[in-house]
């Protein structure tokens, strides 16, 4: 079936160092999506990629989709305290429906 | 404007016993599904529902039955709780997939689940 892994599985990084996360799937993905996990929290949706070799920003947030759709990423430029969380891709290999496998996560620790 | 709710927020089981979880979205969303979050293993989807009368199979189904009577609600049912279903539980609702652009989840809070 369907697999959809990430690394680094934690990452501690100093404040205002960058961070990097990497999404891997062993099928080609229709689209993928990252959520942010507080702790204690429940997944927030941040962007979903379409598009072959995509990028999209959210202020400090760029996120990548690989030219074969099997893989992405998610940078994190001057990490600040409140970046603290894990982060999540979620891959879909189907067009149009919600079934949508989950990596198994990056935990990021900023420290002050 | 609530989103997704879900009951209980934290509920302790015998093994053997049974019980329902309950989720419900406000949204109009067609699209709902049930994932299960242990340590280090990220969220696995259980089940999920493009439609009122129609659920499929996760990753993990095994002990664990769904319906979806109206769009509003998609509970999940534990048969016979066993200490291997100990997990944080979360239920998801996003608009319908023909839009790709769309797909957005909204998860609700979570119920915690400690079956002894």
């Known amino acids: 079936g369907q697999q959809v892994m990430q690394i680094p599985q934690y990452q501690h990084v100093q404040e205002g160092e960058d961070f990097t996360t990497y999404c891997n799937s062993s099928t080609t993905l229709s689209n993928i999506q990252w959520y942010k996990q507080r702790p204690g929290g429940h997944p927030v949706f941040l962007i979903q990629l379409v598009k072959s070799g995509e990028v999209k920003k959210q202020k400090r947030l760029t996120f990548q989709f690989g030219e074969a759709k099997k893989n992405s990423s998610l940078h994190i430029t001057a990490t600040q305290t409140t970046d603290v969380g894990t982060y999540f891709c979620?891959?879909?290999?189907?067009?149009?429906?919600?079934?949508?496998?989950f990596g198994t996560g990056t935990r990021l620790k900023v420290l002050a | 404007n609530a989103g997704v709710t879900q009951t209980p927020k934290f509920q302790v089981l015998k093994t053997g016993q049974s019980m329902t979880l309950q989720c419900a979205q406000d949204m109009n969303h067609e699209y709902m599904s049930w994932y299960r979050q242990d340590p280090g293993m990220g969220l696995r989807l259980i089940h999920y529902s493009v439609g009122a009368g129609i659920t499929d199979q996760g990753e993990v189904p095994n002990g664990y039955n769904v319906s979806r009577s109206t769009t509003e609600d998609f509970p999940l049912r534990l048969l016979s709780a066993a200490p291997s279903q100990t997990s944080v539980y979360f239920c998801a609702s996003s608009y319908s997939g023909f839009q790709v652009t769309n797909t957005e989840a909204f998860f609700g809070q979570g119920t915690r689940l400690t079956v002894v």
């Open positions: 979620a891959g879909s290999t189907t067009s149009g429906t919600y079934k949508y496998i």
